[in-house]
């Protein structure tokens, strides 16, 4: 069973930078894909981005297009999300999740994928 953990969240000021982990373990297979998503108090969980399980396709919520970069490292088996000119309603809990389905594009929609880390907590204030 495919397991994931968030980390390098924290507190940050307005124009700042963070890079979120996602580290995946228990996968047998080959590919999976990875998706970002956050959550901020009284709202729904929201979109964020992804990178898809063969050929790095990525995609962004408009939201962040321009300031979030999702890479993967395969050798460490991590997917980083690169944070920059960090804003305050981009105070959430950050989530990942992952899904096996080989595909080059991805979605950024959390039907689309059936594994979920536990959240790290990002704060953007000063």
């Known amino acids: 069973q495919l397991q994931l953990v968030e980390s390098g969240g924290g507190l940050v000021p307005p124009g700042g930078s963070l890079r979120l982990s996602c580290a995946a373990s228990?996968?047998?297979?080959?590919?999976?894909?990875i998706g970002w998503f956050r959550q901020a108090p009284g709202k729904e969980r929201e979109g964020v981005s992804c990178?898809?399980?063969?050929?790095?396709?990525?995609n962004y919520a408009d939201s962040v297009k321009g300031r979030f970069t999702i890479y993967r490292d395969n050798a460490k088996n991590t997917v980083y999300l690169q944070m920059n000119s960090l804003k305050p309603e981009d105070t959430a809990v950050y989530y990942c999740?992952?899904?096996?389905?080989?595909?080059?594009?991805?979605?950024?929609?959390?039907?689309?994928?059936?594994?979920w880390g536990q959240g790290t907590q990002v704060t953007v204030s000063s």
């Open positions: 990178i898809s399980s063969i050929a790095d396709g990525t």
């Open positions: 228990g996968f047998t297979g080959r590919y999976y894909a």
């Open positions: 999740a992952a899904h096996s389905r080989v595909q080059s594009v991805c979605y950024i929609t959390p039907e689309s994928y059936n594994y």
